[in-house]
């Protein structure tokens, strides 16, 4: 159980190294539009959005191929496809039940789970915040945001 838990742990924090350089990848791409949206258009401001969505769903496939790897080389798997699918269920908590680890492992899945939730929500904090300095803001935009 104690090699389940480590492999998890570091899966879990090595998603979060990935969602993390994302982060700061998309808003240093697009820092010009959030920086100042008054000057943009509305479908230019509904394509910055979409670049956002697109480049975090992006980084969610590659977390979910991280963990399907981390399951491939455990033998959990029979292929990388299946791995993926059980990794993608699980880390959206959708939990199908038609895959499943072996006793030894299904904790790793509990705990992708709880790293999908965290993720998912870092994700919609920051489209939330994004989506409000895109279309809600009516200000020069904050100072603390423009140095970030």
């Known amino acids: 159980m104690l090699l389940q838990i480590i492999t998890a742990t570091g899966v879990l924090l090595t998603t ?6 994302a982060v ?22 509904l394509g910055v959005s979409c670049f956002f969505v697109a480049g975090f769903v992006m980084a969610h496939m590659i977390e ?18 299946e791995a993926t699918y ?22 790793a899945s509990a705990i992708e789970g709880v790293n999908g939730i965290l993720l998912f929500g ?8 994004v989506s409000e300095i895109l279309w809600f803001s009516r200000h020069a935009p904050r100072q ?5």
């Open 122 to 129: 870092w994700t919609t904090a920051f489209l939330f915040k």
């Open 86 to 107: 059980f990794s993608a269920i699980t880390f959206a908590t959708i939990g199908y039940g038609d895959v499943t680890l072996s006793n030894e492992w299904r904790l």
């Open 144 to 148: 603390d945001i423009a140095r970030s």
């Open 24 to 45: 700061m990848l998309l808003f240093r791409m697009a820092r010009e539009p959030v920086v100042n949206p008054q000057k943009l258009r509305a479908y230019t401001r």
């Open 64 to 81: 979910i191929m991280l963990w399907a790897a981390a399951y491939r080389l455990a033998g959990e798997l029979k292929s990388f496809e």
């Open 16 to 21: 979060i190294i990935v969602h993390g350089a």
